[in-house]
């Protein structure tokens, strides 16, 4: 939210376990219209190469949200 009060482009990054509290927060700095990005839940414990995929398969959705070309 830091950076988006400076007129920056920025995509929240959550897991879905955090969707309500991150909105909730971003709601009350006057920043309910943050792009948000959901990941699954939980990361943690996963193999590495399961969160990478899903890091893979996020990416052109996190880029469009940015505005940006891939």
Same mark, same amino acid.
């Not at 009350?28 to 990361?43: D, E, I």
């Not at 893979?56 to 505005?67: D, I, S, T």
């Given at each position: 939210?830091?950076?988006?009060? @400076?007129?920056? =482009?920025?995509?929240?990054?959550?897991?879905? $376990?955090?969707?309500? %509290? &991150?909105?909730?927060?971003?709601?009350?700095?006057?920043?309910?219209?943050?792009?948000?990005?959901? @990941?699954?839940? =939980?990361?943690?414990?996963?193999?590495?190469? $399961?969160?990478?995929? %899903? &890091?893979?398969?996020?990416?052109?959705?996190?880029?469009?949200?940015?505005?940006?070309?891939?």
């Amino acid at each position: 939210m830091v950076v988006e009060d @400076l007129a920056k =482009p920025v995509v929240l990054v959550v897991t879905s $376990e955090f969707t309500r %509290i &991150a909105s909730e927060l971003a709601r009350l700095r006057k920043h309910s219209a943050l792009r948000t990005l959901v @990941l699954p839940f =939980p990361l943690e414990g996963r193999p590495d190469e $399961e969160v990478r995929g %899903i &890091a893979e398969r996020a990416y052109p959705q996190l880029v469009q949200l940015l505005g940006a070309k891939h």
